[in-house]
């Protein structure tokens, strides 16, 4: 063996010949799966719909040869980083969560990594995320914003990076945004309470400013002023940093009077059901309870009651399509998507 220039062997027993095995690349995949390297290209980039028994043989010759695609040279060849940055508010929250899950679900099949960042609900964390994550960085950027209007935004934003918001809408925002539309199913959710006697109904919200809380409280207030009932703002209460267990609001509304409350979202539900259980407080015999569950949520978890349902596959799926489309060049694809829940009544 012979020291180099730098006094490191050519050759040593962390180099000798033979100790590194030589990586496969896409020839070698279709060579063992017999077909061309182009079909193996097309079933890795999901460019051209290949016949199933076909993708069967080439998934089992990368997996044989433990193939990886070579990110790196995909991208000096595309010009993209298959990278997509999703910028959630709080990830412990299960509808934001499920949301993550399901989009992630989706961009794999298209050979997209998904890079998350929590904001933790400050809006300083947002705007710093979306100018790192506009720098270059990803392909394209989902939000899920905490801000109110656009144009507390545009600075943090590069013009040429494809961006589409989730889940909230803002003021002023040109881009395309998922929304889901809780209005209907809240209202009827709430008459159906008042028309079954429920006339003391408390009211549980998350953070006031943003879209969607805004629109569930105007159609609890909406189903009120129907029935000749007046608002009361002292069996409101929205959601404290201080008590993420909503502890104190619960026992707040029962001690108002409240034959009934109207969580907002489900980790609200949940805090109600848990509250309820611990305090030996019978749901629906003591109080009735308006919540939120998705088609994932485990039904025996929640008593009888009423909820609100939303298709997060829905709005998962919408939403990772949508931003492939927009980073493929498509850049108006009209406007929002707007996602209706529906309401489940268990009794």
Known sequence: MVLDKLGFYTK????????????????????????????????????????????????????????????LARGFKTGRRFLIGLIAPNISNQFISRIIEETESILTKFGYHLLIANTQDQAEIEKDTLRFFSSGLVDGILVASILQDFDELKAYIS???????????????PNDTVIMSDYSSMKKGVSYLIEKGFKRIGYIADNPKISTTQERLKAYQDSL?????????????????????????????????????????????????????????????????????????????????????QPVEQIGKTAALRILKKISGKTSLGGDIIIKSSLQIDE
């Open 225 to 309: 002023k129907e029935f000749d009932i007046i608002f009361d703002d002292s069996i409101v209460f929205f959601n404290a940093d201080s008590d993420k267990s909503n502890r104190d609001q619960i026992q707040a509304l029962l001690q108002a009077g409240c034959n009934a409350i109207v969580a907002s979202n489900e980790m609200i539900t949940t805090n109600i059901v848990l509250f309820c259980r611990n305090k030996g407080i019978k749901i629906p015999q003591e109080i009735f309870l308006l919540g939120y569950k998705d088609n994932s949520s485990i039904d025996e978890f929640y008593p009888e009651g009423i909820y609100i349902k």
């Open 12 to 71: 040593d027993i962390f180099m000798s010949e033979g100790s590194i095995p030589k990586r496969a690349n896409m020839h070698d995949v279709a060579r063992k799966a017999g077909v061309s390297v182009a079909t193996v290209s097309h079933v890795i980039n999901h460019t051209r719909k290949v016949n199933p028994e076909t993708i069967e043989k080439v998934e089992l010759a990368i997996s044989e040869l433990h193939y990886t695609p070579n990110t």
């Open 159 to 173: 013009p040429d990076i494809p961006i589409v918001f989730l889940d909230r809408t803002l003021r002023n925002n």
